[in-house]
């Protein structure tokens, strides 16, 4: 019998005695045993604090993110192995692709959120405020890797895609990790992390794994921690109220089961492809992962017309859906994670029928495909009706973990609006019609209530991931019932693990924190011209001070000419009465144009493109007669890695182009980005 392991304090090891055995969902079959008692967890997570922490916080966000993308890349390259443990879980190839790859994704998807971070080990958050009549004395805000350590306990449902979207998002953000997945299915978790800790791509310490119970894992955590918790609410709030997590004021996300809904619009009638989506979207809502999925299905709410349709065209659906071993041809729906699991949803189901009938199913009398339902953790799809939900309140308050769902009458959208709330908060809730004005009144008044909404129509089908799929760019989470919580989230997700500190000073010395050039401070002269400075030897501050140009009459035709733009405040001096301006005013792309001919120096040197602007103002008229001039400074330097052998070794380097008239003042801004060579080519 195989004694799966934690890998704690650099090593792999047991834990004192069995506390859970391991069993094949789909034959009863043990696969093995683990154990987490006798772990010693104030010297794990001081570990991870004192070895994983102190390199990652080092590192760069750049640097971080290419760490990602290289796990992400090593763990696809393994996936074969994943799936094959994964189908022990219950889990159809479907299934598993969500899990699996679904979680690998992540780690890509945040590795390419480098590009919204600085090259620094911390964040610049916002823009400067400043603080003093001259500009001698500014704030602004920085954000940096928290202290601590990340403690992420998991649920069974998603052994992999549960620890990659969590980890995915502290490891950008410079902070280790803890995983406890849950002991039911951690023998995939224990394969993955395995494999992770072989490839060395993530420094010591920064990944830590309890397998068992992991009681008493959030007795030692300090206000630098950040615990994390997914499954049911009843144990996230038991463990939100836990005193270690009120005394050191820890940060704690809780993102809960919660009782989902969707809606089908009332244009959403027979014979529309949406009515069809809509049939199609909620029976796999049902069926996927056999309906464990925090995101699912609970609630289906249908126009009360058209009840009898979509209660006979859901059933149909589901009476040709196989269940069994992943493994026959034509299943399609897999097995619950364990036969506890089954007795749970047996018992909630057995709750909910007391106020509601069963439409579909049977709790008893099911065929399973290619195993035996008796001794698998088998459980048969259940479609409940309930005709009066406003009043046969339990399938509001009951979730039936599994395949199990509930359709309902609703007269109005406001109607089903209010019923979507009656779950007191979901992750999730998706409303399918043809009708962009019932899609507005549904998000717009439903929104309060849950972290995310999906508008299905015929448009997006064909590439809308589904109600149930969290994406890593946005957030997951949902107040009330669903937690209150937030994951992942793009850069927002990565925030949650920064300390956001206020700073304040002179220009010059915000600069050098910063790493960004702030208005006021020194600009020394560039010598040479920046254009003939490579990536690391330009140095944020550092100005090119221009020649001046007298704008003429002239320039502002031949500029109408060559661009098009007659607009009428440019050409006609006749028609500016009512308007602000004083008299024909230059083209604000011109004086942007001219600029570009004051700061360039137009030999071949370092710089090897221009490729965008941001942040364009033009903040005072220019009028014929007017002198510019610019003062051209390096803003802020990224760097970036090369992509093949062959690539030019090249930085992002933001110059700040101010161009200002004879009075000094400023009459346009923008930021410039350029690629710049670096001097090391190898």
């Not at 603080?131 to 940096?144: D, E, Q």
């Not at 895609?161 to 502290?170: F, H, Q, S, T, Y």
Request: proline fraction near 4%; charged fraction near 25%.
């Amino acid at each position: 019998m195989r004694r799966y392991q934690n890998y704690i304090l650099g090593k792999w090891i047991d834990g004192d005695g069995t506390e859970t055995q391991l069993y094949n969902a789909i034959n009863g079959e043990i696969i093995g045993e683990v154990s987490s008692a006798g772990l010693d967890y104030a010297a794990i997570l001081d570990y991870g604090r004192k070895t994983g922490g102190k390199v990652l916080r080092k590192m760069t966000f750049q640097e971080r993110g290419r760490m990602l993308k290289a796990l992400a890349l090593y763990l696809m390259d393994r996936k074969e192995k994943y799936y094959q443990v994964s189908a022990w879980t219950g889990a159809t190839k479907v299934d598993s692709w969500i899990d699996i790859e679904g979680g690998i994704g992540n780690l890509f998807a945040n590795a390419s959120l480098r590009r919204q971070f600085p090259d620094l080990p911390y964040y610049v958050d916002g823009a400067a405020a400043p603080l003093s009549r001259n500009g001698s004395f500014i704030g602004h805000h920085i954000m940096v890797p928290k202290e601590g350590v990340a403690v992420h306990i998991n649920a069974f449902n998603f052994p992999i895609w549960g620890m990659l979207e969590k980890i995915a998002v502290n490891l950008m953000a410079g902070v280790p990790a803890v995983v406890k997945p849950s002991e039911s299915t951690c023998y995939l978790t224990e394969v993955m992390v395995r494999d992770i800790i072989d490839s060395k791509i993530l420094p010591e310490g920064s990944l830590q794994l309890v397998c068992g119970l992991g009681r008493g894992i959030i007795d030692f955590v300090e206000s630098q921690d950040t615990v994390t918790f997914t499954g049911s609410a009843s144990t996230g709030k038991m463990l939100k109220a836990h005193p270690r997590i009120a005394q050191e004021s820890v940060s704690f996300n809780l993102e809960a089961d919660s009782l989902n809904a969707t809606i089908l619009g009332k244009k959403a009638v027979p014979g529309t492809e949406e009515f069809d989506l809509f049939i199609k979207e909620t029976v796999k809502e049902i069926t996927i992962k056999a309906g464990q999925k925090c995101t699912a299905v609970r609630r289906i709410m249908v126009p009360e017309d058209l009840i009898d349709d979509v209660e006979k065209a859901i059933s149909a659906r589901l009476a040709t859906t196989k269940m069994g071993d992943p493994s026959q041809e034509g299943v399609r729906m897999g097995s619950l994670a364990t036969r506890q699991q089954v007795s749970r949803v047996r018992e909630n189901v057995e709750k909910l029928a007391v106020s509601q009938r069963i439409a579909f199913g049977d709790l008893d009398n099911f065929e399973v495909f290619g195993a035996d339902k008796n001794t698998g953790a088998f459980f048969s799809p259940i479609l409940f009706r309930n005709d009066d939900p406003f009043n046969k309140t339990d399938v509001h308050d009951i979730e039936a973990f599994g395949p199990v769902s509930t359709i309902m009458p609703y007269k109005e959208i406001e109607d089903a609006i209010e019923l979507a709330k009656m779950g007191k908060g979901s992750l999730v809730s998706s409303i399918v019609t043809p009708s962009d004005e019932e899609a507005v009144e549904y998000v717009v008044n439903a929104a309060s209530m849950h972290g995310r909404i999906l508008v299905l129509n015929k448009d997006c089908a064909k590439e809308s991931t589904g109600h149930g799929s969290p994406m890593p760019l946005l957030t997951h989470g949902g107040p009330g019932r669903a937690g209150g919580g937030e994951e992942m989230g793009g850069k927002r997700g990565v925030l949650h693990y920064l300390q956001r500190t206020a700073i304040q000073g002179h220009p010059t010395t915000i600069t050098k924190i910063t790493q960004q050039f702030q208005v006021g401070a020194e600009m020394p002269e560039a010598n040479p011209h920046v254009f003939r400075k490579h990536f690391e030897e330009l140095v944020v501050g550092e100005t090119v001070f221009t020649h001046k140009h007298t704008v003429t009459d002239a320039d502002i035709v031949n500029f109408a000419n060559v661009s098009g733009d007659n607009f009428y405040a440019h050409m006609d001096a006749t028609s500016l009465d009512g308007t602000i301006f004083e008299q024909r005013v230059a083209h604000g792309y011109f004086i942007l144009s001219k600029a570009a001919g004051l700061f360039v120096d137009p030999k071949k040197g370092p710089v090897l493109l221009n490729y965008g602007i941001d942040e364009a103002r033009f903040t005072k008229p220019v009028y014929p007669g007017a002198t510019i001039g610019v003062r051209f400074t390096v803003k802020e330097k990224i760097d970036q890695e090369k992509r093949s052998e062959d690539d030019i070794a090249k930085g992002i380097v933001k110059f700040l182009v101010d161009v200002y008239d004879e009075t000094g003042e400023t009459v346009a801004l923008a930021t410039i980005l350029t690629m710049v060579r670096k001097l090391d080519q190898n």
